[in-house]
């Protein structure tokens, strides 16, 4: 049974940063894309990043490019997403998801992600 467990959010200011973490057990995480959405108040849930977990290919939305960054530790089985210059309207849970890509390509898309963790709270507040 794969399961995913994301901890390290929090309170952070504007322009602040924040890294959350997702470690995941029960897979073997090779052909693994992983990837992390977010949902706030009210909105849909939306793509942040993905990455692949052999060769580490990653991917990002537009609006996070440049300040996001995800990465993976082999050994923990744990990805990282370490976000920088945070804006309010960033706050909402932050889930991460995981499933097979035998391309090797991360993939950004909500639905073909079958295992999901149970989210972790990130408000961006002064």
């Known amino acids: 049974q794969v399961q995913l467990v994301e901890s390290g959010g929090g309170l952070v200011q504007p322009g602040g940063s924040l890294r959350v973490s997702c470690t995941v057990s029960?897979?073997?995480?090779?052909?693994?894309?992983m990837g992390w959405f977010r949902q706030g108040p009210g909105k849909e849930r939306e793509f942040v990043a993905a990455?692949?977990?052999?060769?580490?290919?990653?991917a990002y939305s537009d609006s996070v490019k440049g300040r996001f960054t995800a990465s993976r530790d082999n050994a923990a089985n744990t990805v990282y997403l370490q976000m920088n210059s945070l804006n309010a309207e960033e706050t909402a849970v932050y889930y991460c998801?995981?499933?097979?890509?035998?391309?090797?390509?991360?993939?950004?898309?909500?639905?073909?992600?079958?295992?999901w963790g149970q989210g972790t709270q990130v408000i961006v507040s002064s």
């Open positions: 998801a995981a499933d097979i890509s035998t391309s090797m390509i991360p993939m950004t898309t909500v639905g073909v992600y079958t295992y």
């Open positions: 990455i692949h977990w052999l060769g580490g290919r990653r």
């Open positions: 029960g897979g073997t995480l090779s052909r693994w894309s």
